[in-house]
């Protein structure tokens, strides 16, 4: 399964969608995914979409969101991007000090294995108070971390404060 990032992320986070519906035992184990003790639970799920194993910050963000989705009591998925929802998390929105403390945690991430860290209890925070997340799009800002950290971190900022660029200009 050799696809562009975009087509796997999607067709694996519609796949886990799909498998936890149907096997709970297979939710089960990818529950266990973001803990590094057990994570090799998953392995066979994410090496079946040609994960190298091997290369941690590839194996982490998939780990992690299977794991997320599994926890997830969501049925497809969502529309709601991290930075917004971690906005909608809070009752004052992107106004709450603790929101922003929380984003800016986020944003002072340096690697895909301190992100993956971090993440683990927001996300847990998120599932409690916010629905519809969008996982392919979460999984794919993982994905591409390393590579384009200031791009991804300035994307979370933009959703968690407001309108994109585009958005803007359609209103004008």
């Known amino acids: 399964m050799n696809m562009p990032t975009t087509s796997r992320s999607a067709a694996f986070v519609n796949y886990v969608f799909q498998r936890c519906q149907q096997d709970k035992g297979f939710a089960a184990r ?11 639970q998953c392995w066979d799920t994410l090496a079946a979409f040609g994960v ?3 290369f ?23 529309g709601l991007k991290l930075g917004q929802a971690i906005a909608r998390s809070f009752d004052d929105g992107n106004q709450s000090d603790q ?21 683990r209890p927001l996300l ?33 900022a933009q959703q968690f404060y407001g309108k994109s660029a585009a958005e803007n200009q359609g209103d004008a």
């Open 30 to 40: 990818l529950r266990r995914g973001d803990n590094p003790a057990t994570e090799y």
């Open 52 to 54: 190298n194993l091997e």
């Open 56 to 78: 941690v910050n590839e194996r982490q963000p998939f780990a992690l969101t299977a794991a997320a989705i599994a926890r997830s009591t969501q049925k497809t998925n969502g």
């Open 99 to 119: 929101a922003r403390a929380r984003l800016r945690r986020l944003l002072a991430c340096d690697d895909v294995e301190e992100l993956c860290r971090i993440l």
């Open 124 to 156: 847990s925070l998120i599932q409690n108070r916010v629905q519809q997340i969008d996982y392919a799009s979460f999984l794919e800002d993982l994905c591409w971390f390393d590579s384009a950290t200031m791009r991804v971190k300035t994307r979370w």
